[in-house]
């Protein structure tokens, strides 16, 4: 069974910095497109980040320049280092990514960590 478990979140002041890590595991082959997503409550998912497996990064507005979004293909393990937080990146974020593995294709999340910012 594929599981991604996210860690690093945590409260942190404005201006501080975290590091989520999203570790996938379970019978699997490969791993193609990977991203980061938060939802703030009563709010929709929105996308942060997303990495390809060649290692091409997107950013949404709101984090450009303030967060990196990495991966480690030999651990499995997809990366956020977040910098500059401001209270409105305070969510739940979650990895998700594509993934073939024994069970099949399919696009994966992980169960969410909070990151709470205060001001």
């Known amino acids: 069974q594929v599981q991604l478990v996210e860690s690093g979140g945590g409260l942190v002041q404005s201006g501080g910095s975290l590091r989520l890590s999203c570790a996938a595991s379970g019978g699997i082959f490969t791993i193609y497109h990977m991203g980061w997503y938060r939802q703030a409550p009563g709010e929709q998912r929105e996308v942060v980040a997303t990495?390809?497996?060649?290692?091409?990064?997107n950013y949404a507005d709101s984090v450009k320049g303030r967060f990196t979004i990495s991966r480690d293909n030999a651990k499995r393990t997809l990366y956020l280092q977040m910098n500059s937080l401001k209270p409105e990146d305070t969510a739940v974020y979650y990895c998700?990514?594509?993934?073939?593995?024994?069970?099949?294709?399919?696009?994966?999340w992980g169960q969410g960590t909070q990151v709470t910012v205060s001001s």
């Open positions: 990495i390809t497996s060649g290692g091409t990064r």
């Open positions: 998700n990514a594509n993934i073939v593995a024994q069970i099949g294709p399919g696009r994966h």
